[in-house]
């Protein structure tokens, strides 16, 4: 090894669901939301170009403003950043600092290990039950933090408020983190709970039920200290995380509530449709409260299916890992196309 390649950090990066460069394919693997985000978007940036020569406002003012009236929360109580993983990475960097592991389950969404091991946080992964259910007692011990997926990826399951409660209640010496990107299609947000506990931040994304993952805007909600730790940690990183078009459209997404309480109807009708499809075919999976569903048949290897939609022209999420290497993660897409996905797989079956 030449002497300069050991000060390089050597990390296991995350690895995204795949992007097909096909076009005539059925792209399922990725929780992407399948409908467009409002049209409102389009008049907001029609007269807006000339703004790109400037550098965006550091505070996003017009974004925190919407978001606080809907979340009936205080400007200062918000956080905003490039997409959820910003949020929750900056939140790993600003909370995460004592010599204790931090928490999160053995079955979660899998950039939480890569922050713990990009930023040296020790770390322990408690195991999900046979029902992939949390244990909360699990969480009772010494740590230096916790990170919750409500509802959970891959598994869409989403816990009980009470438990999420629990958790936090009884580690009020550490910050809780609750990520709750699918909390939209029928979870519990553990936002009222900011009322009763001030070690608790609660984090949501525009990706999934708003449309607008190309966009990539995430926010954190929690206490004024808590917002101000994480601004202060971001004004020492990079002070111009949020670029123009984001901040003037996210705004405009959080305005059309009719819109986004529409789509999120018709994503859970669709999902509700297909998983009672699934099951006739011999399907199991938990009860999904996600934009997706997390798929296994006993007849059928996950990878055989996986691989088999593929060659439609079908793509679906397989994750070759301890407990869940039999199982596939579903996106749901729009009618038409859940109807092709439910043709192809009743002909595999």
């Not at 389950?105 to 039950?129: C, G, K």
Request: aromatic share 12%; with cysteine.
């Amino acid at each position: 090894m030449r002497a300069w390649e050991k000060n390089i950090r050597q990390v296991t990066p995350y690895v995204a669901g795949e992007q097909p460069k096909d076009l005539n394919k059925i792209k399922l693997n990725t929780n992407e939301n399948p409908y467009p985000p409002t049209k409102n978007i389009k008049d907001a940036l029609k007269h807006q170009s000339e703004m790109l020569r400037l550098y965006p406002d550091t505070e996003a003012t017009v974004l925190v403003e919407e978001l606080a009236k809907f979340y009936e929360l205080d400007k200062d109580q918000i956080f905003v950043g490039v997409g959820s993983d910003d949020v929750l990475a900056m939140s790993f960097l600003t909370f995460f600092n004592s010599d204790k592991p931090i928490l999160f389950p053995d079955i979660t969404y899998s950039f939480y290990d890569v922050w713990a091991n990009l930023y040296r946080i020790p770390y322990e992964r408690p195991a999900l039950d046979e029902n992939f259910h949390i244990r909360k007692e699990d969480y009772y011990k010494v740590n230096g933090g916790i990170v919750i997926a409500n509802p959970n990826a891959p598994t869409s399951i989403s816990e009980d408020l009470s438990v999420i409660e629990d958790i936090v209640a009884n580690n009020q010496d550490s910050i809780v983190i609750v990520d709750e990107a699918y909390v939209d299609f029928g979870g519990q947000s553990a936002l009222p709970l900011l009322k009763k506990y001030d070690n608790l931040v609660v984090v949501q994304t525009f990706s999934k039920s708003r449309s607008m993952a190309g966009m990539r805007i995430g926010f954190a909600m929690a206490n004024k200290e808590l917002i101000t730790a994480l601004k202060n940690v971001k004004e020492s990183y990079n002070s111009y995380t949020m670029n123009y078009p984001s901040i003037v459209c996210g705004a405009e997404a959080v305005k059309d509530k009719e819109y986004f309480y529409e789509t999120l109807d018709k994503i859970i009708a669709t999902r509700e449709r297909v998983k009672s499809e699934l099951i006739e075919f011999g399907f199991q999976m938990p009860d999904s409260k996600t934009n997706f569903l997390f798929i296994t048949h006993e007849k059928v290897a996950a990878k055989d299916l996986f691989d088999a939609l593929r060659k439609e022209h079908i793509y679906v999420r397989y994750f070759n890992k301890p407990r869940i290497s039999n199982y596939l993660r579903v996106s749901i897409g729009t009618d038409e196309e859940m109807n092709e996905f439910l043709r192809v797989v009743r002909n595999i079956v």
